[in-house]
């Protein structure tokens, strides 16, 4: 008989009391998720695939920790993980049909140091195809749901993960974070959401999508939770030249300087989400923090520009997928065909878009016009950033726009899905950190998410705040 556990009172520190105290074990702990997820995941989709030797990686963990081995606070905490972040020997398939039947060949960085800490992994959660999208829906094998209303998006890329911690199918997940991935699934599945600073995690293992823009980071139930996988984490790594240690501790204020860029909640935002909004300046307020109206000009035009920058670097990344050396692959006539076959059948509509897009505006003749362009409004950006960041200690705006949405309302219009990251698109083309934290819930059950951005490195002063804000 399994024991009975109460997943919906558990974070990461009450688990790992109870199984380091002999509460419970691990074993224990991952066969409740187990059960749980059997009978949710297929409402859900959140998981793509259950590994079947989740047990078994339980009771090796059990075994170290009564040998003494393993004592960490992460020792068998049960986590789900991306489907495009790589774990040694198991498929990993970005929810692409191109990569189906692709087996990982070495575990990612971050994984190595979760596996060192003790960590389980119960399986691969869905996303948007190749982290293409704000919903899960671009997902090749459907879309994932929302655990606080089942006729609902679960946001994406990161959805699938979003959703098993909402749902109480994992305790703590990864995602990916190119644009707003983590972020806004996490605020709409009522979860805690850190996208690092560039620079700040490893990227090397995490099928990359726009290089200069993508980072990896948790999703969690606590603050205290994400901050815990993020530490564990982040760190220079030897396999990925931008990966930094250089983590300056900031000061954390007794009473924080608060940014608001009033400009850019405007048109788009719905009025709940804007009452919402209001009610946490207030609730700040009260606390004796102060409130400073920010112009940051340029960042009208983030969406704009990351629709430049983004597929320009996708249509490169995702050239490697050619049908020949892994994945999907289609016989043509020749190689050529070959080629255009298996991208042709391998490919979702949302991928090929941006495959098309991202090699159009790096083509010669169009460089200068469109990337080109780009590039130079991203430092303008990064410049209003910085300009804010020189009058306070950080920023706050919703997560996003909306609460999540229903099912199939922005399929067919790519770009109302894509005004859907205007918050969070910025952070990423900055290089800056962010954390989506919840602020409750609207009169449907729905959560609302809060969006806290500091400068580079500032992770200590998110959670800080953080704290303060979470409801
Ligand atoms: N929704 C954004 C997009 O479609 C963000 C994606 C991401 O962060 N991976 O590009």
């Not at 990612?108 to 060192?116: P, Y």
């Not at 999508?209 to 901050?227: F, H, N, R, V, Y």
């Not at 050529?336 to 897009?357: P, T």
């Amino acid at each position: 008989m399994a024991k009975i556990i109460n997943l919906a009172e558990l974070d990461i520190k009450k688990a790992g009391e109870a199984i380091r105290s002999g509460q419970f074990s691990a074993h224990d702990l991952t066969e409740a998720y187990l059960e749980k997820i059997s009978t949710r995941n297929a409402d859900l989709n959140a998981y793509l695939e259950v590994f079947t030797d989740a047990l078994a990686q339980a009771d090796e963990v059990d075994r170290k920790i009564k040998a003494g081995e393993l004592s960490g606070p992460l020792a068998g905490i049960p986590m789900a993980i991306k489907d495009n972040i790589l774990i040694a020997g198991r498929i990993c398939s970005s929810a692409s049909k191109m990569l189906t039947t692709y087996h990982a060949t070495y575990d990612a960085t971050v994984i190595a140091k979760l596996k060192q800490g003790g960590v389980i992994f119960l399986g691969r959660t869905n996303m948007d195809e190749f982290a293409m999208g704000g919903s899960t829906e671009n997902s090749a094998y459907g879309p994932t749901k929302n655990p606080h209303d089942l006729s609902r998006v679960s946001g994406g890329s990161s959805g699938g993960s979003a959703s098993a911690v909402g749902g109480d199918l994992a305790l703590v997940a990864l995602g990916t974070d190119t644009g707003g991935s983590i972020r806004q699934p996490a605020s709409y599945c009522g979860a805690v959401g850190l996208k690092p600073t560039y620079s700040a995690v490893s990227r090397y293992g995490a099928m990359a999508m726009a290089s200069s823009l993508d980072q990896i980071g948790p999703i969690a139930k606590t603050i205290d939770d994400a901050e815990l996988i993020f530490k564990t984490i982040r760190g220079q790594d030897k396999f990925d030249s931008t990966s930094t240690d250089d983590l300056a501790t900031s000061k954390i204020p007794a009473k924080f300087k608060i940014g608001v860029p009033y400009d850019l909640l405007g048109a788009g935002v719905t009025e709940e989400v804007r009452k919402n909004f209001d009610e946490t300046v207030e609730l700040l307020k009260k606390q004796g923090h102060e409130i400073f109206p920010i112009e940051m000009p340029n960042l009208h035009y983030s969406l704009a520009c990351y629709y430049i920058l983004m597929p320009a670097e996708a249509s490169t990344n995702l050239a490697r997928f050619d049908g020949v050396r892994y994945g999907c692959h289609v016989d043509g006539q020749d190689m050529i065909e070959d080629y255009f076959l298996s991208r042709g059948a391998g490919f979702g509509q949302e991928v090929k878009r941006r495959i098309m897009l991202g090699t159009y505006v790096l083509s010669a003749g169009y460089y200068d016009a469109y990337y080109g362009k780009a590039d130079a409004l991203r430092r303008l950006i990064a410049e209003d950033y910085r300009k804010a960041f020189a009058k306070v200690d950080v920023l706050i705006t919703p997560t996003a726009p909306s609460v999540a949405f229903p099912l199939g309302q922005n399929t067919s219009d790519p770009l109302q899905m894509y005004l859907e990251d205007i918050f969070t698109v910025p952070v990423n083309l900055a290089g800056v950190p962010a954390l989506s934290v919840p602020t409750g819930k609207n009169g449907t059950g729905l959560p609302f998410g809060l969006q806290i951005t500091g400068p580079h490195w500032s992770e200590d002063l998110l959670f800080a705040l953080g704290r303060e804000i979470v409801r």
